[in-house]
Structures are given as C-alpha cells and as structure tokens.
T-cell receptor, first 119, second 113 residues
Framework: GAVVSQHPSRVICKSGTSVKIECRSL??????MFWYRQFPKQSLMLMAT?????????EQGVEKDKFLINHASLTLSTLTVTSAHPEDSSFYIC???????????????FGPGTRLTVL | DAKTTQPNSMESNEEEPVHLPCNHS???????IHWYRQLPSQGPEYVIH???SNVNNRMASLAIAEDRKSSTLILHRATLRDAAVYYC??????????????FGQGTRLTINP
C-alpha cells in the first residue's frame, strides 16, 4: 500500500514550547490528510481534516489556535502544538487519502505516529 | 457517523481461525465497512473493506451479512503477529466531505502460543 511518514517519531519538550510534527505522503499526492490523537489505552480521536490549499476543518472540542495545521503542498501537512502542556502529551497520528473521483471509493493510509511528551 | 459495536476483547490460539464480529445496525446504503488494526505504538494498518459482497485478500476475509447490519472479519490462521486492536469502521462512500474514518473502541485480540 501507499506510504505515509511522520517526523519526528518521538519528541520530548518543555512546557510552554511549540512542537511541529510533519506528515508526508511518500508515493502519492494527498489532497486530504487527517490528524488523530490517541491517549494511552484509548482509541484514536479525529482532531481535524486538512485539505491542501485551504483551512483545516477541526472536530468539535479541538482548539484550532492550539493545534495549528498547515497543508501547503500535496505531499506535506504539518501539525504544530503551540504552547504545549503536559496534558498535550499523546500519540499523534496522521493519515492521507489517495485522491479519487468524487463519488468513488478512495483509500486512506496512516503514518507510524509521533509520541509527544511534554515535561 | 453510523456507529459500530465490537467486543472489547477476544482471545484465540496460534494457527487457529479467528472470527471478529462487528454490529452496525444503523448502516446506510452508501457506507463502506472498513477494518483496520493497530499494533502497539504504531499507526493503524488497513486490513480490508467491503460494501455488500464478501471480500478476500491476503490478510483476511470479510463476511458481510445480507442485511449489512453486521460483518465478521476472519483471520484464517492466526499468528502471534496478528495480536492487535482491530477496528471496524463505517465510512460514507459517496459524499467526499463525509469520508472521514471515526474510530470506536475496537477489539483487542490476544493470540496464545
């Protein structure tokens, strides 16, 4: 299947700093990317949908000013956690969808995740 | 999003078949049934998907009930590497903007050697 990468795989930062996580589709162009967050022993929670060249759509309860998403190219989306606090420590996972014709099925692939620890 | 219901956990033995059930009684006509699995500390991995007919691939088989209100993921011969959390997810197939994958709690599958 298609490959989605994330960088970094693991990051530790101090409280109050900002952290940027990159998500890349390596062998396809993704017009739509998704960002998820997963706390220990819980399921994935969708944070936002990122469309190339437009503003991200955030799920209810997700602060758009805290979790900045930029999808500047068809192969790269970034998530910036601003002024991170210990409660933001989590496993952040992105996914990318292979674009297809409207109304037809198109597959979605996930990155390996980024573990963020805020001290 | 239509909801799915899965058992919290299941256990099986190595080299035996595993049947993972999923109920989705509110499924709509255009919803695709997806299965993903997640190994510890990794992103989800696509397993299989279907719409109405049963599907087979190298990883698994998907049996879909005739009324589409339930489905079963079948691992024909489980290995220790199949131990993971398995998620059954419905995704709208027609409306592009609604095609997001919303994860439920999934089934944690344990494989005994």
């Amino acid at each position: 299947g298609a490959v989605v990468s994330q960088h970094p795989s693991r990051v530790i930062c101090k409280s109050g700093t900002s952290v940027k996580i990159e998500c890349r589709s390596l062998d396809f162009q993704a017009t739509t990317m998704f960002w998820y967050r997963q706390f220990p022993k819980q399921s994935l929670m969708l944070m936002a949908t990122s469309n190339e060249g437009s503003k991200a759509t955030y799920e209810q309860g997700v602060e758009k000013d805290k979790f900045l998403i930029n999808h500047a190219s068809l192969t790269l989306s970034t998530l910036t956690v601003t002024s991170a606090h210990p409660e933001d420590s989590s496993f952040y996972i992105c996914s990318a969808r292979i674009p297809g014709l409207a109304g037809l099925y198109n597959e979605q692939f996930f990155g390996p995740g980024t573990r963020l620890t805020v001290l | 999003d239509a909801k799915t219901t899965q058992p919290n956990s299941m256990e099986s033995n190595e080299e035996e078949p595993v049947h993972l059930p999923c109920n989705h009684s509110t499924i709509s006509g255009t919803d695709y049934i997806h299965w993903y699995r997640q190994l510890p500390s990794q992103g989800p991995e696509y397993v299989i998907h279907g719409l109405t007919s049963n599907v087979n691939n190298r990883m698994a088989s998907l049996a879909i009930a005739e009324d589409r209100k339930s489905s079963t993921l079948i691992l024909h011969r489980a290995t220790l590497r199949d131990a993971a959390v398995y998620y059954c997810i419905l995704r709208a197939g027609i409306i592009q903007g609604a095609q997001k994958l919303v994860f439920g709690q999934g089934t944690r599958l344990t494989i005994n050697p």
